[in-house]
């Protein structure tokens, strides 16, 4: 099975990739900023509200898909400084049980798009 699942924050904004993408029983889902939903502006307040809005855009297209952080079995993270590494794992922590963490990667990035500090992307387990 292969679909290509847009959302109304991504079909709003216009952008040109699905919010995310459904091969067998694994949810690709494209990589996501701290923007308000459905408009290309981010959240006021720096690292931690940024993280905050990108985790609840997350938390969005999972529920989209029916799925929760709980099926989330790899992220990538991106950040435009990595000494704001600490910041982001602030919040993301709360978004995961303890013994639930996704594996992970993080790297700095020179830039990301609408100048935000962090981008996140992710895959979670679809099946029964």
């Not at 809005?53 to 799925?67: F, P, R, Y």
């Not at 000494?83 to 963490?101: L, S």
Request: aromatic share 10%.
């Amino acid at each position: 099975m292969l679909q290509f699942i847009s959302s109304p924050a991504v079909k709003a904004a216009k952008l040109p990739f699905s919010a995310a993408t459904r091969v067998g029983d694994v949810l690709y889902l494209s990589g996501c900023l701290g923007n308000v939903p459905g408009k290309m502006e981010l959240v006021p307040g720096g690292m931690e509200a940024e993280a905050r809005q990108t985790m609840e855009n997350i938390k969005s297209v999972l529920a989209e898909n029916g799925l929760t952080f709980d099926q989330v079995f790899k992220a990538t993270v991106m950040l435009a400084d990595m000494k704001k590494w600490a910041d982001f794992n602030k919040v993301y922590v709360t978004y995961f049980h303890p013994d639930r963490m996704p594996a992970r990667s993080a790297f700095g990035a020179s830039a990301l798009a609408l100048g935000a500090q962090v981008e996140v992307e992710c895959m979670a387990y679809c099946g029964k």
